[in-house]
């Protein structure tokens, strides 16, 4: 196996007997380049500073010293993942003598690269490598393009692949699926799914196929292919999630509960999976089962090097809807004594604070507190729109009016946050704060028409293209504003007109004409714009039938 002296392997295992025996194993086959890392910790920081071709994880980590509290591997794969520390092409093979069925399949339903029961013999585990680097050497200029950014190239030269090398034509098509999910292309790779299902009825094909179905919003579709799904393969766990997530979307808070207490009890490692069990309990009322799975996913992140502070806060509202003052504050003095100081966990330290003030009564400290977080969030990076937007209401609870319209203001011109103006308003609505919330629209009617007068100052400077795009970016904040809508469609139809037909561009003025129809059928710009759309087609001799 000398082809395989250039490669590079982490072997990740806290004790030092069985690091000694997979490095005799490995020189065996010429690999010499070799690092250690005793626990989860010790990993990460090695894939931070340089890559690996090959990563040999122990299951059972402990935290490094023997002891069995730390971070197993199970959770060490996720957070590489998660946190895209190791390239899809990278060799992840996890190696157990745990028998325990629950963290097994736990650990497999993350797809490792291969996963190797002990004690295995030198030959089982040379074998396993050559198969593993053998079919990563055929991907690997697909995932190079990929890397480049060349998504769509990686998808031509996927499907020229599946030709060429029939022993992977199966692995290929999922590649150029997942692809194409990647870049919202989702009818068409529902369309490569069927077709692999039709050739091979395997379960990840019918969980991609779920995937793209649930994108396209055709929610019972998705639930329908999952029920087959779990009921051929009731262990298949990513099936479990999407499957609750289709309820969610369909309202059925209590059967997505369900869902997830169901997976739960099948595979209880998973620390997302836990995170969002508790975050539907919460919602449904259900302040035990919240409890117990938030408690689970502070007491399993612990020894991450990713841990989110988030998780406290989630914790502490639990235990404050709950009346436990007592458990909340030890939560509030645990993320003191176990979290580094920055501004994402000073924000969640100040909101759990201020939670707990405001149940004890003590309104003065609970608002001082939650104006502290608030002026803490512009410097913190990554915080969920959720906790930001739960943020608003703590604000809202104890009179802090001004800063909850800031702090929604900024979410709602957050491209990242998925929070629209109705968004924003309905928010203060819901609260019962119609006086803010007609403030909200006073000051989205203010930015709309600067959008618009800005297009149209790009409009006339000749720059049909920035004026779309300007429009475009105010409807993804205003997706159903009637003022936006007609300026964007004769936006688009302006350029097309002057620049040329385009059928993406067409398609979207289509949808856009089709939303005001929708939302104002007796809007008096509709049908100047649909008779300007259909005097364009007929310029460029596009065909009004589908």
């Not at 009016?401 to 900024?410: E, G, I, R, W």
Request: proline share 3%; with cysteine.
């Amino acid at each position: 196996m000398a082809e395989y002296s250039d490669l590079s392997v982490l072997i990740v295992d806290p004790n030092p007997g069985m690091r000694g025996n997979l490095h005799n194993m490995l020189s065996q086959a010429s690999i010499t380049k070799i690092d250690y890392a005793v626990s989860s910790g010790t990993a990460i920081r090695q894939l931070t500073k340089k890559p690996f071709d090959i990563i040999l994880c122990e299951y059972d980590l402990g935290n490094g010293s023997g002891e069995a509290n730390g971070q197993d591997g199970q959770q060490l794969l996720e957070d590489l993942r998660h946190h895209k520390l190791i390239t899809p092409w990278t060799i992840f093979i996890m190696l157990t003598s745990e028998g325990e069925y629950g963290k097994v399949i736990g650990a497999a339903e993350l797809m490792p690269t291969d996963y190797v029961l002990k004690p295995f013999t030198v030959d089982a585990l040379l074998q396993r490598l050559q198969r593993a680097v053998d079919r990563r050497n055929s991907f690997l200029p697909i995932y190079q393009l990929v890397e480049m950014g060349n998504v769509r190239k990686a998808i031509s030269e996927a499907r020229l692949a599946e030709e060429k090398a029939p022993r992977y034509a199966v692995d290929f098509a999922r590649l150029r699926a997942e692809l194409l999910f990647s870049i919202d292309e989702l009818a068409e790779a529902e369309t490569v799914y069927l077709w692999i299902l039709m050739t091979r009825p395997v379960p990840w094909a019918h969980l991609g196929l779920a995937r793209c179905r649930f994108g396209l919003q055709k929610y019972l579709e998705a639930q329908e292919t999952l029920s087959e799904l779990l009921e051929q393969n009731p262990r298949y766990m990513a099936a479990y999630d999407l499957l609750a997530r289709c309820h969610e979307a369909l309202g059925q808070q209590e059967a997505a509960k369900k869902i997830l207490e169901d997976a739960v009890a099948i595979s209880p490692h998973m620390v997302r999976r836990l995170r969002h069990l508790g975050d539907v309990a919460f919602e449904t009322g259900d302040v035990g089962m919240a409890e117990k799975a938030f408690k689970q996913v502070v007491a399993k992140a612990k020894y991450s090097e990713f841990r989110d502070p988030e998780d406290h806060v989630k914790l502490v509202k639990t235990l404050v809807k709950k009346g436990d003052a007592h458990q909340a504050s030890g939560v509030i003095r645990d993320m003191e004594r176990s979290l580094r100081s920055g501004p994402n966990v000073d924000v969640c330290r100040a909101i759990a604070a201020g939670l707990l003030q405001e149940m004890t009564g003590n309104l003065t400290a609970a608002a001082t507190e939650l104006t502290n977080a608030v002026n803490a969030v512009a410097g913190s990076r990554g915080l969920s729109t959720g906790l930001k937007v739960g943020l608003v209401h703590s604000c809202l609870a104890v009179k802090l009016d001004q800063q909850a319209s800031d702090l929604m203001l900024n979410l709602m011109n957050d491209t990242e946050s998925g929070v629209s103006m109705d968004d924003a308003v309905q928010v203060f609505e819901k609260a019962g704060r119609h006086d803010l919330a007609q403030g909200m629209g006073e000051q989205i009617k203010i930015q709309v028409d600067e959008l618009i007068a800005h297009a149209s100052e790009q409009r006339s400077h000749g720059d049909l293209r920035a004026a779309v795009d300007t429009l475009s970016a105010g409807l993804r904040k205003a997706p159903g504003n009637m003022a936006l809508l007609p300026a964007a469609a004769a936006a688009i139809l302006k350029q097309l007109d002057d620049l040329g037909w385009e059928a993406p561009l067409a398609e979207h003025c289509q949808f856009l004409l089709e939303r005001m129809r929708r939302l104002d059928p007796a809007h008096p710009s509709l049908e100047t714009l649909t008779a300007q759309y259909h005097y364009t087609q007929r310029k460029y001799g596009i065909s009004a039938v589908a």
